[in-house]
């Protein structure tokens, strides 16, 4: 291939810390000609000026906002711009193994397949070996009990180890995939229109599949692309007031009542229950190692709600400090 098929577009996470190494890795791993977008969505300056340096020195065209985004808005941000066959959404803290690029590709050509997901690890590490299957795949139906209706979904092999069900993995049509990296056949946009800016924290690629699927397009898993989800552990303090804001519970919230109304869902429907939950959790990792301090030192008189109490009580103050300034739009 001479002329790009594909159009790789960087979007926003929940951090910035893992720019340098994520774009690195696209560049060292990517064997076929590609075009790059990348969406800088109010890195700290460092960063900043790492993108404008990069974007001059490989020609990639690089958006910048002076406010922090949403991942649908920053991809929505892209679609405009996108004039090859497929498009690459992947996240800037994701790390791409060889061949990750040309394998999707390769399975969207063959299947005719409207998006591709490869396999999703979650790691700190490119050695394959080490890592937990974040998902490969998954299951998402709608189901009605006593006459309410839920969303169930599965996230295939989640924390299995690799080698223990890697002969277990095929390419195949599959209901789910995630937005750490997908592969999009660009002309479905024209029936898909824009992602959805209602949903800016969770169910985004729950809303997106519902909606590929409900337009009779095609989705499937090819783990023979790997790639890595990079825990956020530890965290940079200039990745705090993005991180907080993506996980705010304001987003929260409203992410997920603006998707139970879309879709029908029972105002008790498990799929919200979980998803908030997960959210919550999720949040407090930044503070993880309070945690562990507070455990080494004081093991004899620790207390878990009293723990609970304080991160809750900590995380406020670093959110009233940090999060609630002049870029923070909700």
Not at 178 to 184: A, S, Y
Not at 221 to 230: C, G, K, M, N
Not at 242 to 248: D, E, P, Q
Not at 296 to 308: A, C, D, E, R, T
């Amino acid at each position: 291939m001479s002329e790009p098929q594909v159009t790789v577009v960087v979007v926003p996470r929940e951090r910035f810390s893992y720019t340098q190494f994520s774009l690195e890795g696209i560049y060292a791993h990517t064997d076929i000609p590609f075009k790059l977008i990348y969406i800088d969505g109010n890195s700290p300056r460092p960063v900043k000026r790492y993108l404008e340096a990069q974007s001059s020195a490989k020609a990639f065209h690089l958006i910048r906002t002076e406010n922090y985004l949403s991942p649908n808005q920053a991809r929505n941000l892209a679609l405009s711009y996108i004039d090859t066959k497929y498009v690459v959404f992947i996240d800037n803290d994701v790390q791409v193994t060889p061949g990750w690029l040309n394998k999707l590709v390769e399975c969207a050509d063959e299947t005719d397949a409207s998006v591709v997901g490869p396999l999703y690890l979650d790691g700190v590490s490119e050695n394959l070996e080490t890592q937990n299957i974040h998902m490969a795949g998954g299951f998402c139906e709608f189901q009605e009990q006593e006459g309410k209706l839920d969303l169930r979904e599965q996230r295939y092999f989640a924390k299995n180890q690799l080698p223990s069900v890697k002969s277990q993995l095929l390419r195949e049509p599959t209901q789910l995939i995630e937005f750490h990296c997908v592969l999009i056949r660009t002309a479905i946009f024209k029936q898909l229109g824009d992602f959805d800016e209602k949903l800016m924290s969770l169910a985004e690629e729950t809303d997106f599949c519902l909606t590929v699927r409900a337009m009779g397009g095609t989705i499937y898993l090819e783990p023979a692309s790997t790639v890595i989800y990079v825990l956020p552990v530890p965290l940079v303090w200039y990745d705090l007031p993005y991180f907080w804001l993506r996980w705010s519970d304001a987003w929260n919230k409203a992410s997920l009542n603006y998707f139970q109304q879309k879709w029908g869902l029972a105002e008790n429907a498990k799929f919200m229950t979980i998803g908030y939950k997960w959210a919550n959790r999720h949040r407090l990792v930044p503070l993880q190692q309070i945690q562990d301090l507070l455990l080494n030192i004081l093991p004899w008189q620790f207390n878990s709600q009293i723990y609970l109490n304080f991160r809750a009580f900590v995380e406020s103050v670093l959110t009233q400090l940090f999060v609630k300034n002049k870029h923070q739009k909700i």
